[in-house]
């Protein structure tokens, strides 16, 4: 079994932290001039009559959002420190449980939810889980804002892609054997691929033949199924959530005819 090149912490995860770190400080210094010029409008008394949103003098304002802002950003960094998540030769470990690499069944890639207040994006969080075959789930969670953020989604694909390569191989055996029973595998709540072709349901008797499948695409996060039709025009169809699939790495080979080698 091959063993993953990453020791203790998840590099990816580090050169993250690294980042935030820098993104704090300098939401820190900006925090410091927000307090210095509430300060100093309020020693001289300008805008002593000037009010925000006709509630809060201006002086207090600049105090209090230069004193919050920075504790937001610093928050985020105490987030990442405390992020325990590894990848060894063992398997995935978080705090609450490891799972060895010949156990993992399927991994969520990482996907991107927006929380919204109001009309008000106020942060990201992106996800990847890691399911057992005993359903034991690991997952790793990260949730940033600003610039930091953007950092996020190269990290993950790191670790993912780290944790793919460790257990394709494996999974590619296991599919084929389960294909080959005449099992129709689930990738989604609405995506089964069997050896005779690509159903919506365990019970689906008209499934889409391997053959006639052209490709998958992926579309502002969804899933569309490329085939061409009975009569052979190209058609499409929605077949779920990226971030809601599972194994999305194994789609391209569960779709290749079965008599192929």
């Not at 009559?49 to 919050?68: D, K, N």
């Not at 920075?70 to 030769?89: G, H, K, M, N, W």
């Not at 780290?162 to 609405?190: C, H, K, N, P, S």
Request: hydrophobic residues 45%; positive net charge; aromatic residues 6%.
């Amino acid at each position: 079994m091959p063993e993953p090149a990453t020791r203790g912490r998840v590099a990816p995860i580090d050169a993250l932290l690294a980042e935030v770190r820098r993104s704090a400080r300098k939401i820190a210094i900006l925090g410091g001039v927000g307090v210095a010029l509430g300060l100093l409008t309020w020693a001289i008394g300008a805008g002593r009559h000037t009010y925000i949103f006709g509630l809060v003098p201006i002086h207090w304002f600049l105090v209090a959002a230069g004193a919050i802002v920075p504790l937001i950003a610093y928050s985020q960094v105490s987030e990442l420190r405390d992020l325990d998540f590894r990848l060894t030769a063992d398997g995935v470990r978080s705090r609450d449980a490891t799972i060895p690499w010949d156990e993992v069944a399927e991994v969520y890639h990482g996907g991107t939810i927006i929380l919204a207040q109001g009309l008000i994006r106020s942060g990201e969080n992106r996800r990847l889980r890691i399911v057992a075959k005993d359903g034991r789930t690991i997952e790793l969670e990260l949730r940033l804002f600003g610039r930091a953020s953007k950092e996020v989604p190269g990290a993950l694909a790191a670790i993912t892609g780290e944790i793919v390569e460790t257990i394709v191989d494996r999974q590619r055996r296991e599919l084929d054997a389960r294909l080959d029973a005449g099992e129709r595998v689930r990738f989604g709540d609405a995506l089964w691929i069997g050896a005779d072709g690509v159903a919506k349901s365990p019970e689906d008797q008209r499934p889409i033949a391997l053959a006639s499948v052209t490709g998958i695409t992926c579309d502002e996060g969804r899933l569309r199924l490329h085939y061409a039709d009975a009569k052979g025009r190209p058609s499409s169809r929605a077949i779920g959530k990226f971030q809601e699939t599972a194994n999305v790495h194994l789609l391209e080979w569960a779709l290749r005819p079965r008599d192929r080698s």
